[in-house]
């Protein structure tokens, strides 16, 4: 079931950037595991609703009503994309990053969290302040199932426990066996939260299914850049917790008491973790895009999807100074995300002349998963550094989705080979942490 063009329509298609050796190109996203680019079918989506926009939860006027009613409908149909559970709760936050932060702040007392240290820094650093055991990275699937069995084993049951995990790297684009950790964590008392961030936008994400007990992902990455993300699942944890942010919408009564304090009801709802005016467009957008996926269907994205990595990897595979990086094998399912580094190459400058002399768009760096990284790339020390920075241990990612053609994975392939073989045309240096020709 291949299919020959790109099944969605997406935003940046036909914008042209200078090369430096003269004259323009389409640009080549290939960046989707950064931020993909925006669906056309979302902006138009949001341009239509825009002039109707209204104040949420706080308005008597029609389109403040109007912009609630669409703002809890977006809730329904993102808990419908996610196959949530009747009594789960969603709730709209900024990010993938603000939804992990949220559910670590609302974890019980005591409560231990296991997170394996190949985690994307988003899922590994938020439980600092809770019982956190970090985990060896797995070399299989299966060896990260026994891991999780391992730890959770001699873990003391009384105690809450939770375990964060990712659906798919966003380094190795890896598939995380999250069915089987779901089972392993629920057999020794634990609850899980999935880092779909990766995997929602390029697989089905189903909770139910999954059984997981929370799941966490972004606007952003699922082609609706409006600067919202979610947290669905368990409400028992989230309603007990104290609200994530204090503030208006969360209170559902504060008045003065006789001592003189403020005393305050917290509403036992999704409101609870969503003080402030909410982000009523980023919400319509990322519900917008679950529609538009759901439209496409995924069958038909992860075949197309399939048909771009072979060609990558097929492609690679013909240059051996081409080091795939890996944590479970060549073969391990992945989603469209792939790391490499180039043997004689510097990574920073290699992705620069990807874009300088080709008009590609990659990331190059340790992608905000430094011990991940590390850990692939075989060094012991730590590469002093920013998320991002450029340092000579890093590697280049190449990642696509539903809107890239395959003129773009072919474009890549090509530059690869001819960047190894022929050398880049300029030379390239870092430079205030950029890499300048
Ligand atoms: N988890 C994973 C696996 C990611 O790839 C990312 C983004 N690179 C995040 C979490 C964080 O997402 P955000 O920056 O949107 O908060």
């Known amino acids: 079931t291949e299919v020959a063009h790109a099944p969605l329509d997406v935003l940046g298609a036909d914008v042209t950037v200078p090369l430096v050796t003269g004259g323009e190109i389409t640009y080549a996203a290939l960046d989707y595991a950064a931020s ?47 196959d949530c559970r009747a009594d789960d709760e969603l709730i709209f936050t900024r990010s993938t990053t603000d939804s992990l932060n949220l559910l670590a702040r609302a974890v019980p007392a005591g409560c231990q969290v296991y997170v394996f240290e190949t985690e994307h820094h988003a899922s590994l650093l938020p439980w600092q302040h809770t019982d956190v055991t970090y985990l060896d990275a797995p070399r299989t ?9 391992r730890a959770l084993e001699s873990r003391d049951t009384t105690a809450p426990a939770l375990v964060c995990v990712t659906g798919a790297s966003n380094v190795t684009g890896e598939l995380w066996p999250v069915r089987d950790l779901a089972a392993t964590a629920h057999a020794h008392g634990a609850r899980i939260v999935l880092d779909a961030a990766q995997l929602a936008p390029h697989h089905p994400v189903s909770v139910r299914d999954l059984d997981v007990d929370w799941v966490a992902f972004s606007g952003h990455k699922l082609y609706a850049p409006f600067g919202a993300g979610v947290l669905a699942g368990r409400t028992d944890w989230l309603h007990a917790a104290q609200p994530y942010l204090a503030g208006g919408g969360a209170s559902r009564k504060v008045s003065r008491a006789a001592d003189g304090s403020v005393e305050v009801e917290w509403h036992e709802n999704a409101a609870r973790h969503e003080a402030g005016s909410p982000n009523v467009i980023g919400a319509y957008a990322i519900a917008s895009a679950c529609k538009a996926l759901t439209e496409a269907g995924f069958d038909t994205l992860v075949a197309r999807e399939r048909h771009l990595i072979d060609k990558v990897r097929a492609g690679l595979a013909d240059v051996p100074e081409v080091r795939v990086l890996s944590l479970f094998g060549d073969d391990a399912p992945r989603v ?36 991940l990284v590390h850990h692939l790339l075989g060094a012991t020390a730590p590469a002093a550094g920013e998320c991002g920075e450029a340092t000579s241990l890093n590697a280049i990612r190449v990642s696509f989705g539903a809107g890239t053609p395959d003129e773009h994975v072919e474009r890549f392939v090509t530059a690869v080979r001819e960047l190894v073989t022929q050398g880049a045309k300029l030379t390239y240096r870092t430079e205030n942490g950029r890499c300048v020709p």
């Open 36 to 82: 993909a680019p925006a669906l056309k079918r979302v902006w138009d989506d949001v341009a239509a609703y825009a002039p109707y926009y209204g104040s949420v939860h706080r308005g008597a006027g029609y389109l403040s009503q109007l912009s609630t009613d669409l703002f809890e409908a977006a809730r329904g149909t993102v808990a419908e994309f996610l």
């Open 141 to 149: 699937p299966a060896d990260a199932v026994a891991t999780l069995a």
């Open 336 to 371: 469209g995300v792939l790391s490499f580094v180039v043997d004689g190459w510097n990574s920073s400058h290699f992705a620069a002349a990807l874009s300088a002399e080709y008009g590609i768009g990659v990331r190059d760096g340790l992608f905000c998963a430094h011990p």
